[in-house]
């Protein structure tokens, strides 16, 4: 019944243009479908052993009608041509023994360059400043300074008496023993550097006078002999204590003790070396030998020309105060 429509269709016109837009439309819905499915297959896979696509269900695509025969003036469709897509086949599944399904490629994916930040190189800690010793402190460039000393001197030299008168002519020789007693004072200009002021005194107490006819004769009064100037002090260890050398420069007095005016004035000079060592934390107490020279001038006395001079070597215990 159906050939015999279409047969009846050749002769009509209208019924023809009619099965050819049935056929656009079924061919439509057929490419759609197509799609779809190439779509779900190209995906990659959730799970490692992905199940094969089943092919859909061929009940499923809607039921078309066949191709009306061409008309005389037409030529047959090929073969194939016209007729509903086939579906793509699902892929195969992987082999047993990779152990999981063959994903789709994944992609490229350009990495991202990486990002350096310029650090600053880390700064060495710098060494900490050696501390001294327990008990012991840094010599510093400023204190105060201060040294007492206290000794015994053997003061001699030409034109040396107590009194000239009733002496003969000619060259005297002096010899005595005399009590020291030192004070300097100043500050440390730097850590083995003390500058200040100082002040060297003996007092004379006994001594013999030697004329040219070896004729000797004990002094009646006693003299006293002093120096006043300018001190330094060096120590040679930097810490204020050990080995130093001491050198005053000033004015010389000889003069009897008990009246300072009728006393001779001169240069003088007092060169001392010594040793101290560290009794507490600001104290040092040591050893001094000091050298004083003098010189008074030429004078007359009672007529005779006299050169009076003054050595003097000295033993003296020390006290000092440094900072």
Do not use: C
Request: a negative charge.
């Amino acid at each position: 019944m159906l050939t015999q429509r279409f047969q009846d269709a050749r002769h009509r016109p209208w019924a023809l243009l009619s099965a050819t837009v049935l056929l656009g439309f079924a061919a439509q819905a057929g490419a759609q479908q197509s799609e779809g499915g190439e779509t779900t297959q190209g995906e990659p896979a959730a799970a490692p052993a992905a199940a094969p696509a089943q092919a859909p269900d061929a009940s499923a695509a809607p039921e078309q009608a066949p191709a009306p025969p061409p008309s005389d003036g037409e030529a047959a469709p090929a073969s194939g041509a016209g007729a509903l897509p086939t579906e793509v086949p699902p892929a195969p599944p992987a082999d047993a023994g990779d152990g999981a399904a063959t994903a789709a490629p994944a992609p490229a994916t350009t990495a991202a360059p990486a990002v350096t930040s310029a650090r600053p190189a880390p700064q060495r800690p710098r060494a900490a400043a050696p501390r001294p010793p327990e008990g012991r402190e840094l010599p510093t460039q400023e204190g105060f300074y201060l040294r007492l000393a206290g000794g015994v001197g053997f003061p001699f030299g030409p034109d040396i008496a107590d009194s000239y008168r009733e002496l003969p002519e000619g060259e005297l020789r002096f010899t005595g023993y005399a009590a020291a007693f030192d004070v300097m004072a100043g500050l440390f200009a730097m850590p083995w550097l003390a500058v200040g002021a100082g002040f060297v005194s003996d007092a004379i107490a006994a001594g013999n006078i030697r004329d040219r006819f070896e004729d000797d004769r004990a002094i009646q009064r006693s003299l006293y002999h002093a120096i006043a100037g300018g001190f330094a002090d060096v120590y040679f260890g930097g810490t204020k204590e050990g080995v130093h050398l001491q050198a005053l420069v000033g004015v010389a007095l000889l003069s009897p003790a008990f009246n300072l005016r009728r006393g001779e004035s001169g240069p003088g000079i007092a060169l001392a070396a010594g040793y101290e060592g560290r009794v507490s934390k600001r104290w040092n107490v040591g050893g001094l030998l000091r050298v004083a020279f003098a010189s008074f001038g030429d004078h007359t006395f009672d007529g005779n020309a006299r050169s009076p001079r003054l050595y003097q070597p000295t033993l003296l215990l020390t006290t000092t105060f440094v900072p």
